[in-house]
């Protein structure tokens, strides 16, 4: 079995530069890929200072840091990533981007190339369907942020080999991660029972249970939870929260995962969480503080 010793990674958000700093951090050479070069810029800049912030706190070496920071190459160009063992594809939660995206992938990478997907709840076997190879297509779900979450969720497609699930398990090993494997339905393991939970924090705020503040409060130290679910959401984006629910909703058919009304008005609102400034809570006085309103 092959190792692997490049990746490329589409989509230079949060997501997408977090994976590309784990890669560089732990050895490997990284194509980071966007359209955006702002995105782009944006990216590096953040894999930098996190790098840098690493070497000062002795969690890596100089040598590391360095050597990380060579590795790291961006492009706009999709013909770049041919070399690399494996792409991992963090670009927004469009079934029919992600779709198209993958059957260009499929023209373009090495034919032993493996096409790893990090969404959080598409179906990977709809996915591989847009390529001529669906036993090298697999779902790689990190948890944001993925430098700093232990876990990645690991989804085989109906035909994902066992040598792509052993390459991708492998690769989640060496970035330090514990993995868990999931089934390919609708929301996998975390976002099929962290989504309703969000939603029911919605319900809770929605019909006037208690304040946004209780409920945080109340599931924060009642039940042991960094942060609670509706900064949680913020954090995650209200969108993101509210496309998940509808793929589980469409992909599940059962009613209890309809959106709450109130997520549903949010989202059209523009109050979309922590990347907006405004969601549940009101970031625009103090973006780094905690949530006020
Ligand atoms: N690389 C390396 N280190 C980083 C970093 C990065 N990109 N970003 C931050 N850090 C470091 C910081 O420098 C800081 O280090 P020091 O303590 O030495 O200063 C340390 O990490 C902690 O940073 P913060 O003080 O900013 O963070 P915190 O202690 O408040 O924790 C948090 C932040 C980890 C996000 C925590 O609040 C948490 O665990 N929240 C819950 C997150 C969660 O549940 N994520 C999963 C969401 S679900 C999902 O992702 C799935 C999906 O599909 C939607």
Not at 40 to 51: E, G, N, P, Q, Y
Not at 102 to 128: E, G, P, V, Y
Request: charged letters at 20%.
């Amino acid at each position: 079995m092959a190792e692997i010793k490049s990746v490329a990674v589409i989509g230079a958000g949060q997501m997408g530069s977090g994976i590309a700093q784990l890669a560089v951090t732990h050895g490997l050479d990284v194509w980071l890929l966007d359209t955006d070069s702002h995105a782009l810029s944006r990216a590096t800049a953040s894999i930098s200072s996190s790098v840098q912030r690493l070497v000062s706190k002795s969690q890596i070496s100089k040598e590391v840091g360095a050597d990380a920071m060579r590795r790291l190459r961006c492009t706009s160009n999709l013909e770049d990533l041919h070399s690399a063992d494996i792409i991992i594809e963090a670009i927004l939660e469009s079934e029919d981007i992600k779709k198209k995206l993958f059957s260009d992938l499929d023209r373009i990478a090495k034919s032993s190339a493996i096409l790893a997907s990090n969404t959080s709840s598409i179906s990977i076997t709809r996915l591989a369907s847009a390529t001529q190879r669906p036993s090298q297509v697999i779902g790689m779900h990190f948890m944001n942020p993925p430098p700093l979450m232990k876990l990645v969720e690991i989804i085989r497609g109906a035909d994902t080999s066992e040598e792509t699930y052993t390459m991708t398990k492998s690769l989640a090993d060496r970035f330090g991660k514990i993995t868990v494997y999931s089934q390919d339905y609708a929301g996998f393991i975390v976002n099929r029972i962290l989504m309703p939970m969000i939603n029911e924090a919605f319900h809770t705020l929605y019909t006037g249970v208690a304040t946004k503040e209780d409920i945080d409060m109340g599931m924060k130290l009642g039940t042991n939870h960094p942060m609670g679910p509706l900064e949680l959401a913020d954090f995650i984006g209200l969108d993101i929260c509210l496309s998940i629910m509808n793929v589980l909703h469409k992909g599940l058919g059962d009613p209890k995962y309809v959106p709450c009304p109130l997520l549903v008005q949010y989202v059209d609102s523009g109050r979309l969480g922590r990347k907006r400034g405004i969601g549940v809570y009101n970031y625009s006085r103090s973006p780094k503080s905690s949530p006020r309103l």
